[in-house]
Structure formats: structure tokens, C-alpha cells
């Protein structure tokens, strides 16, 4: 038996009855009758039933039913999408025919139902069949209404498109950095006389509190500043400009007038006039999409607080674009150093401006630094490609679900306490293991002897002691005490285990090579260990020798070391002839100048130059080489008195 044929008018016929009658009983079930019973393909029955819906809508709109009549066709329809009855594109090819058709307030109404609707269209099923659909709705009802009128109603259309595409949506990205060039702001470019005021108002008619300021009362403001602060928005608008050479000239130039304008004139927080804080309180506030750019409203904009923040803002926008790394600016589109740095100042300038803005300036300027750094995040992620924000997980491949799970091994804390103390322990790493492995005991291992490393102060100075003794004959250069490193590691030993380190002294400073002799001296007396003919060093032979010359002969000794009192009386003489002194015994101009900065007395100045030379030259500061100085600077006088006096052999 042949299958009996569809035909289109009987069934577009039947189809628009049962619709009709499920909005009368708000019911589904007529719909889904009609539709197993009609004969056909289902590719046929549901373009008919699409066919249909349309017709139920044109109607409802040509006897003007209502938007809550358009939105219970829409909502059968998504239930006979869901049913598989009609195709999933249905709903949004009815709101498109709607939106057409009806006016702006019948499609504010109907907007809300696809607001609030957001979570169905997301769905696999129809976001992929509709999204183009209601993209298309929403760019046509932006294009229809008016921006100051109705900006409440266009921006929940962008909301809405925000909440229905995802993040990497490229249709909503303006991924090429493009601007809208026809955004162009118009004023009064004719030449105009005298300064720019508004009209003044007729006697009797009083101003609004917060309306006119009296700062504001008396300010001339001229054309210019009015032609240069307008000519800024079409820099605001199309900021590639500001790479032009001759064209960053002149915006170098209005914009620091402008700023200086707004700078000079500071706003009053003064508050609200009742009329304007009930307006607010009922929500019937007016909102502008374009300035106002009449010359006769000019001083009272910038007496406005919250048109000085609108540029503001925008100064704070351009110059984040201009210092951005953007992925489509051409390689001559780079700030010189000269204008980035200017950028950074006028910056910091717009945020003193902005806070120093009544009412809450401080709050204000710190939420706007806030979403412009998010800002610096959005531009980065636009220069990666727009990546996807949420990645699939991987699927595991066979392999991996067969495999059983590795037991978990237990930690060294787990198995140090289940070992007996001659099991060993496996640290994973042949060096540690070994390590470990020795002595599995830590407080053991720290009390080891051969972790001992300080030797005693026997073994180390035993070799030093055996070269002082002039019988050894060891030397000077080969001695251990001129040895750095062995004087250092000596210096950290006596500090930690010699009393003699600490020791005061009047003596002063050596250097350390005749430090460590005398030291060496003293701690071989102290060692029993040592004989008493093996102590005896070359300083106690000199000290021998001295005296047995002094016995003798009477006669100085060249190599004799300068006492402190014979330094203090070379200073007290010297007055201010010590800097002729200092030079001839090879103190530099730099330890010239800092004992004579640090010490603003001359005698103290003379003594410390001595002092210092002492320091320098350590065993080499004898009474004959300052005999010499002295000499060679003129000062015979002074030798004659100090150390003629004090040698007891001389006349």
C-alpha cells in the first residue's frame, strides 16, 4: 500500500488550530496530538509547524494583542522545541519578527522575558541554533533607540549579550583595537570676541544650591580654552593620532591647558539641592550619551563635578592605550621617551585632579586605578588570542584506566620507626643513603669525634711557636703570621677560645703579622708542654738587647718604635704644620681631608695624623723614619725638643 501523501494547507490548517486552542487551555497536549497523527515526515510536519507559529504571531500582532500575547507564543514554542514538534531556531526566528514590528516599549517588555530566559538560551540545543538570531535582534534594537533616551535600556541590551556569549566569543572581542570613528563631536569653530559666560539669569529667579558656584561666578573664559578643550575629544576618539609628530604637539599643548584650567579652578564639595537628592532617590536621573558643546554652557561644565570626572577619565583611557603593548599597532606606533615620560606626570596630575573632585574624590580615584589595571589583564589576554578560559579534561586512554594504583610508599618517618637499628634505610639517592646509613642515629652523629672540626689551641700555633724562636731561624716571609689566610682562621680562634683577644691595650694598633707574634708570645708561656729555653721569642731578645745597649753605650737605637709620649709631644708642636709632616710620611690627600673634617681641633688633627701613620706602617713607624719627616719638613726644632731631651745619653 502507497504512503499517503502530505499535504501542506490541511496540515498548516490543523497545526494552527491546535496552537490556537493550547493558548486558550494552556495546555501542550492538542499540539502534540496533532502532531502524531498528522501524516508526513517529521522534516515536513516541523517546517509546518514553524509556518505556523509565525502566522499565530503576525495575527496577534496585526489585532495588537500585547507583548504578554507574543511571549505565551514564544514560551509554546520553546516547549514544542524541547518536544522535538518544531525546530529549535523557532523561538528566536518569533522574537526577531516581533521585535521588527512592535514598539520600542513593547520590546523593552519583551526583553525582559529574554532576559530572564538567558538560562535557556545558553543550552547546547538552542544556543548554536539561535545565538546568531538573537545577536542580530539585539544589533537592531541598538540601532533603533536613542542613546540619551534610552541608555538604560541599551546597556542592558550589552549586558544581556555579555551574560548569553562566552568570554571568548570573538563576535563581542574587539580583537582588532578598531574605533568608532563616527563618534565625532561637533562645536562652534567660528572666532568669537571676548570671553565665553553664560546668560545670566532674570532678577528674581534664584540658582540652585550646587548650580552655580560663587568660584565660577567671575572667571573669564575665553574661546581658545574653549576650542581646545572640544578638540580633545577627537583625540579621545581616535587615539593613533597621538603617534603623529605635528598632531602630539598640539595635544601636548590643549591638554596642558586644559588640566591647568581644572587645576585653577577648584570645585566646592558643596551638597546637593533637595530637588536633585530627591531625583536621585527616585531614580529620575537624566543621562547624556553625548556632551553638550554649546560655548554658553562651557563655564558651567567645568564647574560640574561629574563632567570634570567623565574627562578626566578619558585622559586616563587614552594614555593606558598609548602606553599598551597592543598585538595590531604597526612598528612606527611607539612612545619617544620624551612623551612617555611626560604621560607618567600628566598621570599622576589627572589622579590629583580626580581625588581632589568632590563628592568622595579619594574613593573614586582609587576604584578607577582598580578597573584599569583589570584592564592591563583584559588587554593581555586579547594579545594571546582570546584563550579559552575552561579546559576540557583530557580523556584518559585505556591504558590508564586499566592500570591498578601504585600503593602509596610510606614516608622515612614511617620507616625509620618499623627498621630495627641495623636495617638499612633507603633515601632514594645513593649519596644520601650512604650519608644516612652511617650512623642512623642523629644525636650520635652530632656528638661524633670526628666531627670535631676546631682544633686545639696546641696543635694549631705548635708550628707558628717553634718558627718565633730565633734559634729555628725561620724567615720573616716564610713565617706562618704573613700567611692572610692563617692570620685570619688564628683571629677567629683566639676569639673563640683565648682570653688574651679580649684583652685591653694603651698600645697602638700593629699590624696583624706583629699582633699575632706577641700573641704567639704569650700563649707559649701558658703551655706546659713547652721548655722554658723554647719560648723565648725575638721580641724578648730585642727587649734583651735594648737594654744591654742602653747600659753600655747610651746611644739611640734608629729602629727604636716612637713611644705615645713622644707622639703626643710631636703634636702638641706641630700646630698647623702636621698636613707638611702627614705628606712626607705618605698619608694620602683623602686621609688629609677626613682627619681634618673628622676632628675640628689642630692638636687632636696632629694626632691622629700620627696615629694613623703608626697604623700604616705597623713595625715600620720608628723614631728614625719621623726624625727624618720632621727634617725634611723644616720642623729641626721639634726633634731638637722631643727626642734630643729624651734620649738620657745625649748633650
Not at 496533532?34 to 496577534?60: H, P
Not at 560663587?214 to 578638540?231: A, C, E, Q, V
Request: proline share 4%; hydrophobic share 35%; net charge negative.
Amino acid at each position: 500500500m502507497a504512503a499517503s501523501m502530505f499535504d501542506l494547507d490541511l496540515a498548516r490548517e490543523r497545526f494552527s488550530k491546535s496552537i490556537k486552542e493550547s493558548l486558550t487551555f494552556d495546555t501542550f497536549d492538542g499540539i502534540e496530538t496533532s502532531f502524531n497523527e498528522t501524516s508526513g515526515s517529521e522534516g515536513e510536519k516541523k517546517n509546518t509547524f514553524d509556518q505556523s507559529f509565525r502566522d499565530i504571531v503576525r495575527d496577534l500582532v496585526l489585532q495588537e494583542q500585547g507583548s504578554d500575547a507574543y511571549i505565551a507564543v514564544v514560551e509554546l514554542a520553546i516547549e514544542g522545541a524541547k518536544q522535538g514538534i518544531c525546530t529549535a531556531s523557532t523561538p528566536f526566528v518569533l522574537l526577531t519578527d516581533i521585535s521588527e514590528v512592535v514598539t520600542l516599549d513593547v520590546c523593552e517588555h519583551i526583553f525582559s522575558f529574554v532576559e530572564n530566559k538567558v538560562s535557556t538560551w545558553t543550552l547546547p540545543a538552542f544556543y548554536n541554533a539561535g545565538k546568531n538570531y538573537l545577536l542580530r535582534m539585539c544589533n537592531d534594537l541598538l540601532r533603533r533607540l536613542s542613546q540619551p533616551q534610552r541608555t538604560v535600556f541599551c546597556g542592558r541590551i550589552q549586558l544581556f549579550l555579555a551574560r548569553l556569549f562566552p568570554l571568548n566569543e570573538k563576535s563581542g572581542v574587539n580583537l582588532m583595537s578598531q574605533f568608532n570613528l563616527e563618534n565625532i563631536t561637533v562645536y562652534n569653530t567660528k572666532d568669537v570676541e571676548g570671553s565665553l559666560k553664560h546668560e545670566e539669569k532674570e532678577d528674581g529667579v534664584e540658582f540652585e544650591e550646587g548650580e552655580m558656584g560663587d568660584s565660577m561666578s567671575g572667571t573669564p573664559i575665553d574661546y581658545n580654552l574653549y576650542r581646545k578643550f572640544w578638540s580633545l575629544q577627537d583625540y579621545f576618539r581616535y587615539p593613533l593620532q597621538c603617534y603623529n609628530k605635528e598632531q602630539w604637539k598640539k595635544f601636548h599643548k590643549n591638554a596642558d591647558e586644559v588640566l591647568g584650567a581644572f587645576t585653577s579652578l577648584k570645585l566646592d564639595d558643596v551638597s546637593a539641592s533637595k530637588k536633585k537628592l530627591e531625583q536621585i532617590r527616585q531614580g529620575e536621573q537624566t543621562y547624556f550619551a553625548k556632551y553638550l558643546t554649546s560655548e554658553k554652557l562651557f563655564d558651567l561644565q567645568l564647574s560640574d563635578s561629574n563632567f570634570r570626572r567623565y574627562v578626566l577619565l578619558q585622559f586616563l583611557i587614552l594614555f593606558q592605550y598609548l602606553n599598551a603593548t597592543v598585538k595590531f599597532k604597526s612598528t612606527d606606533q611607539v612612545l619617544s621617551d620624551e612623551q612617555a615620560l611626560w604621560i607618567k606626570d600628566t598621570t599622576d596630575k589627572v589622579y590629583i585632579l580626580m581625588k581632589e573632585t568632590p563628592p568622595h574624590g579619594k574613593d573614586y580615584a582609587k576604584h578607577i586605578e582598580h578597573i584599569l589595571s583589570r584592564e592591563d589583564n583584559w588587554n593581555s589576554w586579547k594579545n594571546n588570542g582570546c584563550q579559552e578560559f575552561i579546559r576540557e579534561r583530557q580523556q584518559e586512554s585505556k591504558d590508564t584506566v586499566d592500570r591498578k594504583p601504585r600503593p602509596r610508599k610510606r614516608s622515612i618517618g614511617e620507616e625509620m620507626k618499623t627498621v630495627g637499628s641495623n636495617k638499612k634505610i633507603n633515601l632514594g639517592c645513593p649519596e644520601l643513603t650512604v650519608l644516612w646509613n652511617i650512623n642512623p642515629d642523629n644525636f650520635d652523629s652530632c656528638r661524633d669525634e670526628r666531627r670535631q672540626f676546631i682544633p686545639t689551641m696546641e696543635d694549631f700555633f705548635e708550628e707558628s711557636i717553634d718558627q718565633a724562636d730565633p734559634e729555628a731561624m725561620v724567615e720573616d716571609e716564610y713565617k706562618l703570621v704573613n700567611n692572610s689566610n692563617y692570620a685570619w682562621r688564628a683571629l677567629r680562634l683566639m676569639a673563640r677560645k683565648s682570653p688574651h683577644f679580649f684583652q685591653p691595650s694603651n698600645q697602638p694598633c700593629k699590624s696583624i703579622p706583629v699582633y699575632l707574634e706577641n700573641m704567639i708570645t704569650k700563649l707559649a708561656k701558658e703551655m706546659p708542654q713547652a721548655p722554658a729555653e723554647e719560648i723565648k721569642t725575638q721580641d724578648e731578645n730585642a727587649e734583651n738587647d735594648e737594654l744591654l745597649k742602653n747600659t753600655d753605650s747610651q746611644t739611640p737605637d734608629e729602629t727604636t718604635v716612637v713611644t705615645i709620649d713622644q707622639l703626643d709631644a710631636v703634636a702638641n708642636k706641630l700646630g698647623d704644620n702636621w698636613k707638611t709632616l702627614a705628606t712626607e710620611l705618605n698619608l694620602t690627600n683623602e686621609e688629609i681631608t677626613s682627619i681634618q673634617t673628622e676632628n675640628p681641633e689642630v692638636r687632636v688633627q696632629a694626632k691622629e695624623a700620627l696615629l694613623s701613620w703608626q697604623i700604616k706602617e705597623g713595625s715600620g713607624a720608628v723614631k728614625n723614619v719621623l726624625v727624618n719627616a720632621l727634617q725634611e719638613s723644616g720642623l729641626t726644632d721639634i726633634v731638637e725638643s722631643v727626642f734630643t731631651d729624651s734620649e738620657p745619653g745625649e748633650t
